[in-house]
Nanobody, 127 residues
Framework: QVQLVESGGGLAQAGGSLRLFCAASGRTFSRSVMGWFRQAPGQERELVAAISWSGESTAIADNVKGRFTISRDNAKNTTYLQMNSLKLEDTARYYC????????????????????WGQGTQVTVSS
């Protein structure tokens, strides 16, 4: 069982930066693939970024590539999402997700592959 708590969201101006944190409880964090997803009102949940259990592999959505970076610190049971050059369209609720890895070093991109989810943190970008 993994429990996830997101933090770091809030209000930012376009062009600004925010850093999201996902703190995980449980002993399985270091063996878990981690992902960040977001959902805006009336839209489906979409991948933002994912990272393999070792940090060796990452997957970044095309619409945030070059602006967002995902990382993790297994010693601290924490996953990070650094968001730079924020745009109005980045406004959404951001969710952290986790799932046990299957033995490979993959960063899963489908939300259907994740077993555990946090409550989310709201990110609002203003002009």
């Amino acid at each position: 069982q993994v429990q996830l708590v997101e933090s770091g969201g809030g209000l930012a101006q376009a062009g600004g930066s925010l850093r999201l944190f996902c703190a995980a409880s449980g002993r399985t964090f270091s063996r878990s693939v981690m992902g960040w997803f977001r959902q805006a009102p009336g839209q489906e949940r979409e991948l933002v970024a994912a990272i393999s259990w070792s940090g060796e592999s990452t997957a970044i959505a095309d619409n945030v590539k070059g602006r967002f970076t995902i990382s993790r610190d297994n010693a601290k049971n924490t996953t990070y999402l650094q968001m730079n050059s924020l745009k109005l369209e980045d406004t959404a609720r951001y969710y952290c997700a986790a799932t046990p890895h299957n033995g490979g070093t993959y960063a899963y991109t489908s939300p259907l592959l994740y077993n555990y989810w946090g409550q989310g943190t709201q990110v609002t970008v203003s002009s």
